[in-house]
């Protein structure tokens, strides 16, 4: 199955090739940038763009997108970051001034209480080593738990089959998120529903 996909994408790496050649046939392809001739590439998802847009959603308003993901640039394929440059990490992740440390750590606690990724304390404090899990997985879970709409998981899951990916098939338990989150969603919802006796609704139920 493995050397099927190499072949595949050998494939369609080809046809692509012809086909730019054929829409920029004086291209100089010095100006192009290639991971083959540079360095400082890393791993990333195809669905990536909507793996941020769920995650954004699911923050209620934190935007933990930009924090995220240059927390995954910064790793080198192993899925973990030591937390060494907390203001350059903020810089990175968009934000500055008196605030943008605490902004930050906000942003990271958020991204660990729905579960995307797991923190340790050490030399550099409370987030000093940070652990990023299979954000499909984590996804996964929260769909499982209805907190991912529906277009958007059908969507991902489209786009998986396109790649063929197969992260949301496989067997093995999904990451637990942690309690605090799924108890918060949860008296998000309750809070929101209209009282069954509130005199705005006329006695009925919302």
Request: aromatic fraction near 8%.
């Amino acid at each position: 199955m493995a050397e099927e996909n190499k072949r595949r994408s050998r494939n369609i790496a080809q046809h692509m090739l012809s086909l730019r050649n054929s829409l920029w046939p004086r291209l100089d392809t010095a100006k192009l940038w290639s991971r083959q001739k540079s360095d400082g590439w890393l791993s990333v998802p195809r669905p990536m763009p909507l793996l941020l847009q769920m995650m954004d959603n699911l923050s209620k308003g934190k935007p933990v997108a930009a924090t995220y993901l240059d927390l995954w640039c910064r790793t080198y394929d192993d899925s973990f970051v030591i937390a060494g440059k907390h203001r350059e990490m903020a810089f990175f992740a968009g934000f500055t001034g008196e605030r943008a440390e605490n902004t930050w750590a906000s942003r990271m606690r958020k991204l660990a209480e729905l579960g995307f990724i797991d923190i340790k304390d050490g030399p550099n404090g409370p987030i000093s080593y940070v652990l990023i899990y299979n954000p499909y997985h984590i996804v996964r879970t929260h769909n499982e738990q209805g907190n991912i709409s529906t277009a958007a998981y059908n969507a991902l899951t489209q786009r998986m089959i396109e790649i063929r990916a197969q992260d949301l098939d496989e067997q093995e338990d999904a990451i637990a998120i942690p309690k605090t989150a799924l108890e918060r969603t949860r008296r998000r919802v309750i809070l929101k529903k209209p009282s069954a006796h509130h005199p705005s609704r006329g006695g009925r139920n919302g």
